[in-house]
């Protein structure tokens, strides 16, 4: 079996970001569920909510995209495959990836729908409310996989909002097969805790299928997964499944679990909350970074919380800041 030349190959939608700022009694007025992503399901949808936000700024995003972004930033080799439409937001989203050293390859995809866009409200206490239109990215094929990248990756990593859509929910489980096949770990993030209410059988399944090496998820969404309010018990009865499980908590910190052994980490300090976009896709930088530079467990999750800390104090999903100084700073 060759040896990868690359860290981390992820596979996720390829989304461009509109963020703008928004009180809460407009996240209340359109009926939207504050700090969750919902899908926008029409290009009519997208539009009237769009035209209903205050100012906005573009900026690449889609979460497993931000997370090699950043792993990238601090000096990982990454690949990324999401499909983009043949147009300027499909071209903006290739531009901004490449241009982080990422390689991405995955052709545009001619015609209708367009390009993914993800209308992200932030609210004063910095929390973000998303409404994804997933557009060109629902339509990434099996077919369109380079099994060669993904064979290169000594990781791979999914996000579970590509379960939404049946063709990517398809290629992945294809890329599973390829990345276990040359022997690679799968990283998997549960993404959002409404989109484990919608794929609650499949994601269990996955799991109870030894097909999940390091999970990522919060603690809402491990909660759901296991259907219980009981923290400790839901982490129990994963990281019994999954030789990883990494759980974010917010201002809590959050936890590891590494064959039945627990390690934890604080949150960072931080000056202020400015927007909560991609703290999750940071902290699953980190991690991965962590462990593709052979770190142990709890390097990982503090190379984790720098970055989540460092991008939720601007806003946009992907660090602006010098994170590989950041880490060196903080683990010598
Ligand atoms: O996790 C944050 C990301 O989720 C959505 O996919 C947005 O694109 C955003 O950048």
Redesign the pocket.
């Given at each position: 079996m060759s040896e990868p030349t690359l860290d981390i190959v992820a596979i996720g939608?390829a989304?461009v970001?509109v963020i703008a700022k928004a009180d809460d009694a407009f996240i209340a007025s359109e009926g939207l569920s504050k700090g969750a992503?919902q899908l926008l399901f029409t290009t009519e949808e997208a539009e009237a909510l769009y035209a209903k936000m205050g100012p906005g700024v573009e900026a690449s995003?889609?979460?497993a995209a931000?997370t090699v972004a950043g792993i990238a930033a601090l000096g990982g080799k990454t690949g990324f495959i999401g499909q983009v439409a043949d147009d300027q937001l499909g071209k903006v989203f290739r531009h901004d990836i490449t241009a982080l050293g990422v390689a991405f390859d995955t052709p545009a995809r001619a015609g209708e729908p367009k390009t993914a866009r993800?209308l992200i409200l932030v609210t004063p206490d910095g929390e973000r409310t998303?409404n994804?239109f997933l557009g060109a990215s629902q339509h990434l094929p099996p077919a369109a996989l380079d099994a060669d990248l993904i064979e290169s990756g000594a990781i791979l990593y999914l996000e579970g909002?590509l379960w939404d859509p049946e063709e990517p929910r398809a290629a992945m489980d294809k890329a599973i097969d390829i990345a276990h096949g040359a022997g690679r770990r799968v990283a998997f993030t549960l993404s959002d805790g409404f989109c484990v209410d919608r794929h609650r059988d499949g994601f269990q399944e996955l799991l109870d299928k030894g097909r999940i090496d390091i999970l990522f998820a919060n603690e809402d969404e491990i909660k759901s997964l296991n259907e219980t309010q009981d923290f400790d018990a839901a982490v129990e009865a994963t990281a019994a499944k999954t030789p990883i499980l990494v759980v974010t908590r917010s201002e809590k910190g959050a936890i590891a679990v590494k064959d039945g052994e627990r390690f934890s980490v604080s949150a960072e300090p931080i000056d202020k909350m400015v927007d909560a976009?991609?703290a999750?896709?940071q902290f699953a930088a980190g991690f991965l970074a962590g462990q593709a530079e052979g770190r142990s467990i709890e390097d990982s999750l503090t190379m984790g919380a720098v970055c989540a800390a460092e991008v939720i104090q601007h806003y946009g999903?992907r660090p602006e800041a010098d994170i590989k100084a950041l880490i060196a700073k903080r683990l010598g």
């Open positions: 939608n989304i970001d992503m995003g889609g979460s931000n993800c998303m994804t909002y976009t991609g999750g896709d999903p």
